[in-house]
């Protein structure tokens, strides 16, 4: 146990540092990997620091890794600003696919190969020793859905620059179609959900017959 403890030290205090540094999206995937990888070494943490006398270890341990979820909840945080400050400018040549559409969805696509972690993050009360749990519940369900809402309003605040009305409509329709497309090419499907296709497939649809 003595022999560990500088060693355990030392890496709570890179977990640590960790999650004081940059909010930027980019870093998601980063902290991601220390997330798991702290969560993946508790229970033998547990069991190697089992003494009365190292409470106070395993418990910063646990600490730290609450840090590391609060540092992950905070980069959603920040893309969900990155959306809303997303400035309306000139308008996309052709009514085509815009940027911010672009990497939000391929952003989305790529978190979602850490969608069990991100359950975990977002269910503040999972215990790191006891694993995730195999079904996902509506937590993370919520905040996809509240970015995809985000990104709509301000896609539909984009279309209004378009002088021409059929134009506006062909943009709705190209991005909104780009967006549903991706959902139901990854696991955004699963968390978004069926009604949600539905409901967005619809919104093109109506964007074709306003054209």
Not at 61 to 66: D, H, L, S, V
Not at 165 to 188: H, T
């Amino acid at each position: 146990m003595e022999v560990c403890r500088g060693s355990m030290i030392q890496l709570l205090n890179f977990a640590n540092a960790v999650t004081i540094g940059s909010r930027s999206p980019e870093w998601l995937f980063k902290i991601l990997d220390v997330f798991e990888t702290l969560r993946d070494l508790m229970p033998k943490f547990e069991s190697m620091f089992s003494n009365q006398y190292c409470v106070v270890l395993r418990n910063e341990a646990i600490t730290i890794w609450k840090r590391l979820g609060e540092a992950i909840r905070g980069i959603f945080m920040e893309l969900e600003n990155l959306i809303r400050r997303d400035p309306v400018k000139a308008a996309v040549p052709g009514g085509g696919f815009h940027p911010i559409t672009r990497y939000v969805m391929n952003y989305l696509r790529a978190t979602c190969r850490s969608c069990q972690t991100l359950e975990q993050v977002f269910d503040e009360n999972v215990v790191p020793s006891k694993g995730v749990s195999p079904s996902l519940s509506s937590s993370l369900s919520v905040q996809m859905d509240w970015i995809m809402e985000l990104l709509e309003g301000n896609l539909e605040a984009k279309s209004k620059i378009y002088k021409d009305p059929a134009l506006s409509s062909v943009f709705m329709m190209n991005n909104g179609r780009y967006i549903v497309q991706k959902v139901k090419d990854s696991e955004l499907g699963g968390l978004l959900g069926e009604d949600w296709i539905r409901k967005h497939n619809a919104k093109v649809q109506q964007c074709y017959s306003s054209y």
